[in-house]
């Protein structure tokens, strides 16, 4: 019987773990992916940008459901879970449109994309680190 509850305090453990490693990967990929826009943006580099969009929307798949989102939160901000969704869906058009703006050698507005989108990572983190 001892066995057995240890068991599954570790296997819960190992979940919580490998639940934040893949929270940390997701977060990770978009650092970068925003990295990259910003770099492509500053070189005049329209492949940076292109690459980094593609990160940027892979690392925010993770949040597109508003059940993963609070599984992620704090436990104390749990409740606002409507903002963090918000901002996974602001990203998500952000993404579409940076890559239209970019096709349509709109770089102004491709600009005004990555912009919006760096203000929507903005706001979840406001909540998630109390800002």
């Known amino acids: 019987?001892?066995?057995?509850?240890?068991?599954?305090?570790?296997?819960?453990?190992?979940?919580?773990?490998?639940?934040?490693?893949?929270?940390q990967k997701s977060m990770a990929t978009m650092e970068q992916g925003?990295?990259?826009?910003?770099?492509?943006?500053?070189n005049n580099n329209i492949e940076l940008i292109k690459e980094g969009n593609k990160l940027v929307k892979e690392g925010?798949?993770?949040?597109?459901?508003?059940?993963?989102?609070?599984?992620?939160?704090p436990e104390n901000k749990k409740h606002m879970s409507n903002i963090a969704e918000n901002?996974?869906?602001r990203i998500t058009l952000d993404?579409?449109?940076?890559?239209?703006n970019l096709k349509n050698k709109a770089f102004?507005?491709?600009g005004?994309?990555?912009?919006?989108?760096?203000?929507?990572?903005s706001n979840c983190h406001s909540i998630v680190r109390n800002w």
């Open 112 to 121: 005004n994309s990555y912009s919006d989108m760096l203000n929507a990572c």
């Open 1 to 23: 019987m001892k066995l057995s509850k240890l068991l599954l305090i570790a296997s819960l453990a190992t979940g919580s773990l490998f639940a934040n490693d893949v929270m």
């Open 60 to 73: 925010n798949n993770l949040f597109s459901e508003k059940s993963t989102i609070v599984q992620y939160l």
């Open 34 to 42: 925003m990295a990259l826009i910003q770099k492509g943006f500053l």
């Open 87 to 89: 901002a996974s869906k």
């Open 95 to 100: 993404v579409v449109e940076l890559e239209e």
């Open 108 to 110: 102004i507005n491709a």
